[in-house]
């Protein structure tokens, strides 16, 4: 990582972690063996979130790696278009850019084939190579649980948080993906829980993290996994008894609670819309997270937009170019409060 703009050029996000190439048959209900026609986009979760922020407004930059051919240089072309500063995303020959397949079968089955072997390159972010400065000038950062699964991209996260001392808004996304810690699921690790030798592994490594991160964000298998709790307040006490100062527990089609240290709580109901792919969804609503606690909103308000911009894209066949406006945002909740 190079230096970054100096004073007043700070950024609202920076977003550290998985970056590849998603590719999507353009035909719902269809499976791979069957596709034969795929649509191409920017994938990968810190990447969404970080253009999904961007869409707001938001002056977003990411940390991460990718191969040094094609699909790389494609990577790069579409996180400038979308307005996300790719100072920091470098190439790494020795590995390919990661591809990700997905089938889409609507309402809920949207099972991922991820191309990661031997390994890919954004696990190969380097301590060494981090631009400390920026990490502690940025109004929020923004890590990933799949940052902690292998070296040296988890000392590097760590270091990366260990930096950053609360600095401003501290986000540990828990964003588990069991194949990911050699963990049930095959292929895909899209699905749900896992067994006990992954969340073994992973457990000590979401701990370290949690005691850096002032906000954590995870559905109930993620939080599961962080803290062997599974019910939302039962696992929101626990995140907060982690180090964070605010636990906020998706719970999907129930909608999202979060509670601060400070005893506000706030749970608000999912915006209803017809979903096409909700892969996504849960990007969609960290980036707009992270526009509302930068705004300084209060938590349902917050979450409210948060929820309706995840509903737009899980209404959507893409991830990162189906990220929604705030004008788009404001008419689906000016339509659902109709």
């Not at 995303?89 to 309402?107: G, Q």
């Not at 609503?285 to 894209?313: I, K, M, P, Q, S």
Request: net charge negative.
């Amino acid at each position: 990582m190079a230096g970054h703009d100096g004073p007043g050029g700070s950024y609202d996000l920076i977003t550290m972690g998985r970056l590849g190439v998603d590719l999507y048959p353009l035909r719902a209900g269809v499976p791979l063996e069957e596709a034969d026609t795929f649509g191409k986009f920017l994938g990968g979760s810190a990447a969404n979130v970080a253009v999904a922020a961007a869409r707001l407004g938001r002056r977003t930059a990411l940390v991460s790696r990718t191969g040094d051919d094609p699909f790389g240089r494609y990577l790069h072309a579409q996180l400038r278009a979308f307005g996300v500063d790719d100072r920091w995303v470098t190439p790494v020959a020795a590995y390919p850019t990661p591809l990700t397949f997905c089938e889409i079968h609507p309402p809920d089955d949207f099972p991922l084939w991820f191309y990661r072997r031997p390994k890919a390159p954004d696990l190969e972010i380097r301590p060494e190579e981090l631009d400390f400065a920026a990490v502690r000038a940025t109004r929020v950062f923004w890590v990933t649980g799949t940052g902690l699964c292998e070296e040296p991209s988890r000392s590097a996260t760590l270091a990366a948080l260990q930096a950053r001392a609360k600095a401003g808004t501290t986000v540990f996304d828990l964003d588990w993906r069991p194949v990911f810690w050699g963990g049930e699921g095959g292929a895909s690790g899209a699905g749900g829980r896992t067994g006990p030798a992954a969340v073994a592994a992973a457990r000590p490594h979401y701990a370290a993290a949690l005691a850096h991160a002032t906000v954590a964000v995870g559905n109930a298998d993620e939080c599961e996994v962080a803290t062997g709790e599974r019910d939302p307040h039962a696992a929101a006490r626990a995140l907060l008894a982690a180090g964070v100062e605010l636990a906020v527990v998706k719970q999907g089609p129930e909608g999202v609670l979060a509670v601060h240290r400070d005893g506000t709580t706030a749970e608000v109901p999912a915006v209803r819309v017809e979903v096409l792919n909700g892969l996504g969804a849960g990007d969609a609503f960290g980036g707009a997270l992270c526009h509302g606690l930068l705004a300084g909103w209060d938590l349902e308000r917050t979450l409210t937009y948060a929820n309706a911009a995840g509903a737009l894209v899980a209404s959507r066949l893409a991830c990162s170019s189906a990220m929604p406006t705030h004008d788009e945002i404001t008419t689906l909740l000016a339509g659902a409060a109709s």
